[in-house]
C-alpha cells in the first residue's frame, strides 16, 4: 500500500536559518507529491505540490523537488522566519485513486528570533 | 475565495451520547473527506464522499458514519461517542480531477468524557 514517512520532530531552528524536512514515499503507480502547512488553531492548506518525477514545486520560499530514483520529496527554505513555525505535512495522492491523500505523521517546525 | 467550514471549533460532549459534526463547502466539489488528526499519528481518513448519497470507507471507519444529502454539506456522526474519540477532526473537498488539492476546514476539537 501507499505510505509516507517524514522525519520527526520537533525541529526547532533560529531566524534565517535553512531548513530541510525530509520526506520519503512508497506508492503503486506514479503519485503526486504534496506538502500542507497547519499553522497554529487552524487547518491544513496546501504550500506546494509536484505532479511528475523532476518535477518543482515552489511556494513562499518553500521548494521540494519530486526524485522518483530516490522516492522522495524533501521540502527546503534557505532563510525561515518566524512566521513559518507551523506542522508541516508531506502526503501522495497516488495515480490508482484519484481521491485519497495518504500522509505522513506531521514535523511541527519552531523558529525563534 | 475558496471555503470549508465546519460547524464548531470546539465541542465537548459525553459518552454514549451521538454526536454530528457539520462540514459546509462552496466550491462545488464533487469529492468530500473526514479525516482525524492525532498527535504522532498524523491524519487519518475517516470516510469520503465522491458524489451525493455516495460514501466510502476511508483507514478508520469504525465507530463513525456520514451522510451526505446534498452536494455541499458531508456529515459525519458518531453514534455512540466514546472518549478514544476525542481527537481534531478536519473535513476537506476536493474538485474531481487527478492532481487537484484537497481544501481543508478549520477543524473541530472534539472532547468526549
Known amino acids: 500500500g501507499n505510505s509516507v514517512t517524514q522525519m520527526e520532530g520537533p525541529v526547532t531552528l533560529s531566524e534565517e536559518a535553512f531548513l530541510t524536512i525530509n520526506c520519503t514515499y512508497t506508492?503503486?503507480?506514479?503519485?503526486?507529491l504534496f506538502w500542507y502547512v497547519q499553522y497554529p488553531g487552524e487547518g491544513l492548506q496546501l504550500l506546494l505540490k509536484a505532479t511528475k518525477a523532476d518535477d518543482k514545486g515552489s511556494n513562499k520560499g518553500f521548494e521540494a523537488t519530486y526524485r522518483k530514483e530516490t522516492t522522495s520529496f524533501h521540502l527546503e527554505k534557505g532563510s525561515v522566519q518566524v512566521s513559518d513555525s507551523a506542522v508541516y505535512f508531506c502526503?501522495?495522492?497516488?495515480?490508482?485513486?484519484?481521491?485519497?491523500?495518504?500522509f505522513g505523521k506531521g514535523t511541527l517546525l519552531t523558529v525563534n528570533p | 475565495d475558496v471555503k470549508v467550514t465546519q460547524s464548531s471549533r470546539y465541542l465537548v460532549k459525553r459518552t454514549g451520547e451521538k454526536v454530528f459534526l457539520e462540514c459546509v463547502q462552496d466550491?462545488?466539489?464533487?469529492?468530500m473527506f473526514w479525516y482525524r488528526q492525532d498527535p504522532g499519528l498524523g491524519l487519518r481518513l475517516i470516510y469520503f464522499?465522491?458524489?451525493?448519497?455516495?460514501?466510502e470507507k476511508g483507514d478508520i471507519p469504525e465507530g463513525y458514519s456520514v451522510s451526505r444529502e446534498k452536494k455541499e454539506r458531508f456529515s459525519l456522526i458518531l453514534e455512540s461517542a466514546s472518549t478514544n474519540q476525542t481527537s481534531m477532526y478536519l473535513c476537506a473537498s476536493k474538485p474531481t480531477g487527478a492532481y487537484n488539492e484537497q481544501f481543508f476546514g478549520p477543524g473541530t476539537r472534539l472532547t468526549v468524557l
Open positions: 464522499s465522491y458524489d451525493v448519497k455516495m460514501k
Open positions: 502526503a501522495l495522492m497516488s495515480g490508482g485513486s484519484n481521491y485519497k491523500l495518504t
Open positions: 466550491m462545488d466539489h464533487e469529492n
Open positions: 506508492a503503486t503507480g506514479y503519485p503526486s
